[in-house]
């Protein structure tokens, strides 16, 4: 059984940053496409940005393109999404997922961001934009 835990969440003004970070229990996360989701109060679930399993092929959706990069370190088996310039509506629960068995290939595109591929899920960590 694979374990995600998410960390990085926190307080922070619009225009801010913060760097959140998913950290798999067990090695072998190289061999997975690993995404980035978040939820909103009273909102559903939708998906942020995904990562190819060589970190090499990134797909973002455009409410977060130019603002928001996601990374990984396969030696520490973490995921990153560093979030620049941020905005109120950025605020919710960010959740990363792994998705097993693999079944998108690189180049990464919108069907990176579909939940049902997404087998391991972190319990996600709040971010919360305000002035």
């Known amino acids: 059984q694979l374990q995600l835990v998410e960390s990085g969440g926190g307080f922070v003004q619009p225009g801010g940053s913060l760097r959140l970070s998913c950290t798999a229990s067990?090695?072998?996360?190289?061999?997975?496409?690993i995404a980035w989701f978040r939820q909103a109060p009273g909102k559903p679930r939708e998906g942020v940005a995904c990562?190819?399993?060589?970190?090499?092929?990134?797909y973002y959706t455009d409410f977060v393109k130019g603002r928001f990069t996601i990374s990984r370190d396969n030696a520490k088996n973490t995921v990153y999404l560093q979030m620049d310039s941020l905005k109120p509506e950025d605020t919710a629960l960010y959740y990363c997922?792994?998705?097993?068995?693999?079944?998108?290939?690189?180049?990464?595109?919108?069907?990176?961001?579909?939940?049902?591929?997404?087998?391991?899920w972190g319990q996600g960590t709040q971010v919360t934009v305000s002035s």
């Open positions: 990562v190819s399993d060589t970190g090499t092929s990134a």
């Open positions: 067990r090695d072998a996360l190289d061999y997975f496409n």
């Open positions: 997922a792994v998705e097993a068995p693999v079944t998108i290939v690189q180049p990464m595109s919108a069907a990176c961001l579909a939940e049902y591929i997404y087998r391991y």
